[in-house]
């Protein structure tokens, strides 16, 4: 059996934990998670590491250190949305042990040690919160998530307590820099990119920033058909041109991607002009500047087609995220493994965020994407084959030998 | 006191009879269409017309007819949407009610009699139907309506017996043709152009007809983050660039009117690219054929719009009303006397259906609309000036007597 099949055999395996039949529903600090945190600490103890909780609920399975060495973090998260797939997260996991337990007899000359996470909750649908691990790590936990509820009324807090966590101890997971030498995680790329290059993985040059605006644009309602067309302030109509310049202004824009993803309209009744259009614009990229860039064009564009419509239009920002810069010396280790496996190296930002977005706060971080069919996550037909995890984990590997030779300091 | 301030007084008093205290609920078969007619009763023998209740609820005052002439009817509507105005609808009878008084004087000499009506049901708003009055007399009510019922559960056979009204003798208020010369309305215009031209009325070439479309736009919904815009099949995008299409097409269409009032979207979430998009497309125009020739063309730039974009389209017809040409000697005869009023003379087509849409099937019919102000209808604020009514009066007299120098034939 080569590691991808392994990885098959582990992956369908710990998928049966999950609340429902179709497709896997893995919540942070239930059943479920203890199934497969069960199952995961076999992963390890065959990886030839040992294993414990730490105080944010996170799996840490560590390579013996005898001479305290900085330790290189590879992980990833258990946890999956509702209905989602078997992949999306625990596959870096499964990755990352097999990559240690290929690595097992040369971590003796290596500069570092190993050590595999599996994070409780990346996807934050259980709390409305996410990245408790990696935060906790990073010393970015803010306290106060753990008295958030979740629909049952229990508190986050409450929920890892009977998980057998000592809350008191959460925020003191914080790891001192200078035992951490960085952080890699694989997952698979939830986009049709790698599919469309016909290539099992790419090296990540960074995960994008993202801001959100909710936009709304006030014209003037009318009777559809008293009103002619040359007087109309029709919100929908302004609301139209922008939602088609945006699309038109981010496909010439490199790695940005602009989307309104909703749209409603008021009063919203088949005989009457709209009079008010509230959409949200969610716009993703690997380069801050270029994306507030797109942002300050988009909305002056806006303005000006609002103008000429006759309407008005406000623009709030709801959210922002900014970028993370993959390491540039850990993406080119993963570059010059993928090359030396003799795969074409392709290397791209990475839309989504990752666990490697919090831990960036800490270290070092890079990522690898492994290509998944149709570029579809978190639904129960979510996919990666044997054999692309195969040349992910050999990557991962060469990768971390790369490393071992030349890693790069922590900050 | 000018007849337009008589109206304007009258209008004021029956506005109280109302469900609501701001602007005016009347709903059919209800205490407040009794309290009206009570005062439409008055207003009608103040014009020497003889009154009564047909079988469809219609308040009829009739002049004196020894000899049998066929009437040429003049009529709107009693009721209102609700918290609508004090205008729509009960304006046509007041204005009606004045000019027969004007004229009572003059119909012997005239080929035709004088009758107001005043309908129970233009708006529609207490059961699912509307335009009981006007159908029934020309014969093209369908008797399966009067067992719609209400949102209280009573049918429209039970609301109008408890009316005092024997819903058997309903189906035969139809008029026979020879009765009936022709029917005029007067109306609030519902739109802003009036205001726009500085003129107080305005002749009406035309009722428009109306289609309506369900469209639906189906693309593909993907991670807003990690599919590139290059592959994205945005239903939205689409959407938008047909609903900005459809706008500036209907701009340089002349008189039709295209809407697009309504959209929504799915999934709907502010990181997921929309897979489905659903619209209702309403075009009015008072040239059929120029409507339909410009839903064909817009379905076909739709479609190559969606080829373009990755996604299918689908559209079914939901709804199809055509238009009514106004009788062209009954506007010839509103035009002259405007003119002869001093005042410039507008002829524009109804973007609403009125009454006269359903008496189009009886007899020829022509309409004069009076200028609200900033075109608005249905709400409290709704209002048409005492002087604007005044002259809607003077030229419905004017219009009546160059009737009664020519009338043209029945149908």
Redesign the interface.
Known sequence: MTYGEIAATRLRDIATASVTTEGVTRLPWSSEHRTALAQITTWMEDAGLSVSLDAAGTLCGKSPNPTGKPALLIGSHQDSVPSGGAFDGIMGVALGCLAAKALRDELDDFPFALEVLAFADEEGVRFPTALVGPRALAGTLDPMVLDMRDRDGVSMRDAMARFGIDTDATPATHRAPGTVAGYIEAHI?????LE?HDLPVAAVSAI?G?S?HEVRITGET???????????R?A??A??????GI?DA??R?G?????????S?R????????AEVTF?L?V?APDDAARMAFEAETLAKASNICAAAGCRISASRTYVQPAVICDPAMTRAFERAIGEGGTKVLTIP????HDASAMADLCPVSMLFIRCRD?V??RPDEFASAADMDVGISVMIGAIRNLAQGLPKGR
């Open positions: 790329e939830q986009g049709p990119v469309k994008c993202i959100r009318g009777h559809a058909g008293t009103v002619p067309m040359a007087g109309r029709d929908l109509v609301a139209a041109r922008i939602v088609a699309s981010a496909g824009a790695e940005l991607r602009a989307t309104v993803g909703d749209l309209v009063p919203g009744a088949v005989n009457a002009i709209p949200p969610e993703r990475s839309g989504a965020t570029g996550s978190h």
